[in-house]
């Protein structure tokens, strides 16, 4: 079983004297700004001037500079930008400015794992990431709570690493709910895993496949987005707080019972499979090359991919349908 640490395991005080840098002030980047600062912490931002990014950092009381200047003032430099343009940012910004004894933090670990970054040897390179997105870390955080939250140290060049990354971790409230440790590969390799054939890959495709089937039987596109889509929620929800057995007894026995014999046969062996082929080409690399080229040659097949996604007839009955539920706007907001 993993390790979990609590408030009891980690220091605080160890940030005292520490300034944070924060490079990208986007929902994860502002979300854990917010609590680092409130926690006692001081805190630097970095953001594009011009960018709603910018402005929303001004709005709450920060003084954006530049991922140079950020990262030459900062002790623990944070990179919270998107993966494809973190290793452009280190390079041309946080690298001139690393010193022996610093420290670069992130909240994934995709440029680590692949080779995007290689930090200098005298440097602590650590990994706080929440499991949950900042709006809710921030949230958690104002009422006293925590999100639960992962640890790894990739390089202990001060022998401190995992102190400085459980005292971060503490700064965020992380520690109350608890902290796992984990590895740099294994949180990459089980996270893309994860958004592809399961959270993002394998539930989109889902859903589409069952509102496709539906419609080629002859039902009605806005009966078939309630039943395949809208309800997906309700399910998610009850699994979330209750576990899958939970759900299970949660919804009719019409349904458990379908849930029992026909799933299986919606997730096949073939699917299991396949399944295992996606895991490989995360774990070889396979699939970092690929994100890494598709970035670089202009995202043609990135883009037209989302179009024929906006395209499909789920989309535009979507649409139709949300206008229809106000209290999901709200949500939304």
């Not at 004894?101 to 005298?122: E, M, Y």
């Not at 589409?208 to 806005?222: M, R, V």
């Not at 029992?260 to 396949?274: C, D, F, M, S, V």
Request: hydrophobic share 40%.
């Amino acid at each position: 079983m993993a390790k979990i640490y609590y408030d009891q395991d980690a220091d605080l005080n160890l940030l005292k004297d520490k300034t944070i840098a924060i490079i990208g002030y986007g929902i994860q980047g502002r979300g854990q700004s917010l609590c680092l600062r409130d926690s006692g912490v001081r805190v630097v931002v970095s953001e594009m001037e011009g960018t709603p990014n910018f402005e929303q950092a001004k709005k709450d009381g920060f003084t954006p500079v530049s991922a140079a200047e950020a990262a030459k003032a900062a002790d623990i430099i944070q990179i919270l930008t998107q993966d494809h343009v973190q290793a452009k940012v280190y390079l041309e910004s946080i690298k001139p400015n690393l010193k022996k004894g610093k420290a670069l933090c992130f909240s994934h670990g995709f440029n680590i794992r692949f080779k995007q970054i290689k930090p200098p040897k005298n440097v602590d390179v650590f990994m706080v990431a929440p499991k949950g997105p900042g709006a809710l870390v921030r949230k958690m955080y104002e009422e006293g709570k925590g999100v639960p939250s992962l640890i790894a140290i990739y390089q202990d060049a001060t022998g401190q690493a995992k102190d400085l990354a459980l005292a971060y971790a503490k700064a965020l409230k992380a520690t109350t709910a608890g902290v796992i440790e984990t590895t740099f590969v294994e949180e990459t390799e089980t996270d893309l895993f994860g958004e592809q054939a399961v959270l993002c890959g394998g539930v989109t495709e889902l859903i589409k496949a069952g509102f496709d089937t539906l419609i080629e039987a002859g039902y009605q596109p806005e009966i078939a987005y309630f039943e395949v889509l809208h309800e997906l929620k309700l399910i998610t929800d009850l699994i979330q707080e209750r576990g899958i057995s939970g759900m299970r007894r949660g919804v009719s026995n019409t349904a458990c019972y379908g849930d029992l014999t026909r799933g299986p046969r919606i997730i096949t062996q073939k699917t299991r499979k396949e399944m295992q082929k996606i895991l490989k080409e995360i774990k070889s690399g396979k699939f970092a090359k690929e994100w890494i080229k598709e970035n670089e040659t202009g995202r043609k097949n990135f883009d037209s991919l989302i179009k024929a996604g906006d395209d499909h007839l789920i989309e535009k009955v979507g649409k139709q349908l949300r206008e229809m539920m106000p209290w999901m706007r709200s949500e939304r907001k």
